[in-house]
């Protein structure tokens, strides 16, 4: 089967996932590497970005699983790392001597905002130089978290201006767009030539009261954001499956009123440039 040039840059899908009839998209839902699958085939996505949780018990763990559903999905859940620099420098130091021996990393993920460091803690300076010697972006949780225990104040896009400003030439992510502070999520990204932002996570469960309007309102604040940051070709398509259906997260973009163009890069065309997906090796 020809795989698509679309490309998910935000799904999960591990055993330390929270509470799953809660959080997913519906009922039932079957989290396995063929259901996630079958999901990304029918809107023509070829890959997808496997965040591993800051859940996930041990840096050798969070290997081992990822390592887990590239294999089982013939390479095409791809493979991510985090750290929690909560843990102490000798903690951090051991997760990046694993990582050095680890193959095929496409991003780093952090979660500030569901533990207790905001982006520019001194004890992720090492984990910037990782990422700065090995060519990968860092994805940072922003916003909204699930757990209601989450402080939200480490997880404003405003505290990763800094980082952005002192490794240029490393590239970061800032994900669900920032989800509440748009307005200071686009001005980041505006700013930043290395920064980033994805689509993911802005929607709740479709059975919530008022799903038509939060989906108008979603959209509405995206087109806002893009104008805002001036330029389409920082903005990726993500859909935090499960907690989003893959179909629902791309309906979201393609309704934007965007040049065709523009729709599509989001969708796939800025992920495949970003992850440097179509370079030799």
Request: some cysteine; glycine content about 6%.
């Amino acid at each position: 089967m020809a795989l698509g040039k679309r490309i998910d840059i935000h799904v999960h899908l591990s055993q330390y996932w929270p509470d799953l009839e809660r959080n997913s998209y519906r009922r039932g839902l079957q989290f396995t590497v063929p259901s996630l699958l079958r999901e990304l085939d029918a809107q023509s996505i070829g890959f997808a970005v496997l965040l591993q949780l800051y859940s996930n018990p041990t840096p050798e763990e969070v290997l081992r699983e990822g390592e887990e559903m590239f294999t089982k999905s013939g390479g095409r859940l791809l493979k991510t790392v985090t750290v929690d620099p909560t843990r102490g420098a000798e903690a951090v130091q051991h997760t990046l001597d694993l990582w050095a021996k680890a193959r095929d990393l496409v991003a780093i993920k952090l979660y500030p905002g569901y533990r207790e460091f905001y982006p520019h803690d001194s004890r992720l300076e090492p984990v910037y130089e990782f990422a700065h010697r090995r060519r990968v972006p860092v994805m940072i949780h922003q916003g909204d978290t699930l757990d209601p225990d989450g402080r939200v104040k480490y997880a404003r896009p405003l505290e990763v201006d800094e980082v952005a400003v002192r490794y240029r030439d490393v590239r970061f992510v800032l994900c669900h767009l920032g989800n509440p502070w748009v307005e200071e999520l686009a001005e980041v990204v505006y700013k930043n030539s290395n920064v980033y932002t994805d689509t993911s996570g802005l929607l709740a469960n479709p059975a919530v009261p008022y799903f038509r309007e939060m989906f108008g309102r979603a959209q509405r604040r995206l087109t806002n954001a893009i104008a805002a940051i001036g330029d389409a070709r920082r903005v990726l398509y993500g859909s935090d499956w499960p907690l989003e259906s893959i179909e629902t997260a791309v309906t979201l973009v393609q309704g934007l009123d965007l040049p065709e163009e523009d729709r599509e890069r989001i969708l796939g065309g800025n992920a495949r440039e970003l992850l440097r997906l179509d370079a030799p090796g």
